[in-house]
Every structure is written in C-alpha cells, then in structure tokens.
C-alpha cells in the first residue's frame, strides 16, 4: 500500500529557508518517481518539482529554479524538498505524489500523478 505522508512546513520570514519532507512509503523507486506540488488559497494546484530517484535527475519549475532542491534518501523511502530564499508568493500548501516513470514528460501535469497525502503549509511572512 502506497502512502505519502508531508511534513515540515511551517511559518516563515522572507528571505527564510524551509526543507519539507516526503515519507513515501510502498512505492518503488525504480518504476515511480516523486513530484512536489502547491496549492495556494484560490489558485490550481501547481507542479514545484520532481525527482527520479533511479536517474539521479530532478526537474524543477521555472519559478523555484536555483532556490529549491530535491532530493532523496531511497533506503529510507524519503524525499525531500530544500526550499531557499523563500518568498511569500510561494505560501501554499505543499503535497508531494507519486507516479510512473512513462510519465516524466508531463511531470508538471497535476492529474498525472497520485496524491495520498494531507500536504503540509508553508507561509512566508513578508
């Protein structure tokens, strides 16, 4: 049974650092790759980043290019995401999701992907 669990948000000052994790539990990290997404008050549910374990490879949004990283402990069937230089238009509450590796082309595509989790909120105060 797979189950993902997100934790680590919290409050924050701009300019402030977050690292959110992932338990992903049951999921093979030879044929499913981890994605984060956000859901901000109002807005859809957007694409942050995702990260192929077996590859070594992560994929980030524009927006969180080179303030955010991704990465993973597979042994312990955790993800985690490094979130920098944080801005308050990055407040949302963040979910991580699993899905096939096929499906890497449209990784920042949300109906791609299974979500189990209850998210975890982040919020920078400016």
């Known amino acids: 049974e797979v189950q993902l669990v997100e934790s680590g948000g919290g409050l924050v000052q701009t300019g402030g650092s977050l690292r959110l994790s992932c338990e992903a539990s049951?999921?093979?990290?030879?044929?499913?790759?981890i994605g984060w997404f956000r859901q901000a008050p109002g807005k859809e549910r957007e694409g942050v980043s995702c990260?192929?374990?077996?590859?070594?490879?992560?994929y980030y949004a524009d927006s969180v290019k080179g303030r955010f990283t991704a990465s993973s402990d597979n042994a312990k069937k955790m993800v985690y995401l490094e979130m920098n230089t944080l801005r308050p238009e990055v407040t949302a509450v963040y979910y991580c999701?699993?899905?096939?590796?096929?499906?890497?082309?449209?990784?920042?595509?949300?109906?791609?992907w299974g979500f189990g989790g209850q998210g975890t909120q982040v919020t920078v105060s400016s």
């Open positions: 999701a699993s899905t096939q590796r096929s499906v890497l082309m449209i990784w920042d595509v949300p109906g791609a």
């Open positions: 049951g999921v093979n990290f030879d044929e499913f790759v």
């Open positions: 990260i192929d374990t077996r590859e070594s490879r992560t």
